[in-house]
């Protein structure tokens, strides 16, 4: 599976971006779907997941209530909508698939996508 992340960018604080991620190769619909970022000087974080299905989510409590990851299986994308944006959100944003996978654990994906870069200004 190759992912694509795309739609970084900069964006005042308050602001809204959305990032999609776009898969090929493989059959989509057998991997679970993460958001994970690494801002300046830390380590990486989860962000959120969403299941196979795209029934089930869950997202990291610096973001839960802000953000909203979907997922469109016969498109092979996933999306990261990103509302009310905070300076502290500033980071690179990787997808990453993991098969038959929902978790938190980073370990547990195998696929990565490149990273696209959010910068959230004050």
């Known amino acids: 599976v190759q992912l694509q992340a795309f739609g970084g960018g900069l964006v005042q604080a308050g602001g809204s971006l959305r990032l999609s991620c776009a898969a090929s190769?493989?059959?989509?619909?057998?991997?679970?779907m993460a958001w994970f970022r690494r801002g300046p000087g830390t380590e990486r974080e989860f962000v959120g997941v969403?299941?196979?299905?795209?029934?089930?989510?869950d997202y990291g409590n610096s973001v839960k209530g802000r953000f909203t990851i979907s997922r469109d299986n016969a498109k092979k994308t996933v999306s990261l909508q990103m509302n009310s944006l905070k300076p502290e959100d500033t980071a690179v944003y990787f997808c990453?698939?993991?098969?038959?996978?929902?978790?938190?654990?980073?370990?547990?994906?195998?696929?990565w996508g490149q990273g696209t870069e959010v910068t959230v200004s004050s």
């Open positions: 990453a698939a993991g098969s038959y996978v929902y978790t938190r654990d980073s370990s547990r994906y195998s696929y």
């Open positions: 969403i299941s196979r299905s795209g029934v089930s989510t």
């Open positions: 190769g493989g059959t989509f619909s057998n991997y679970g």
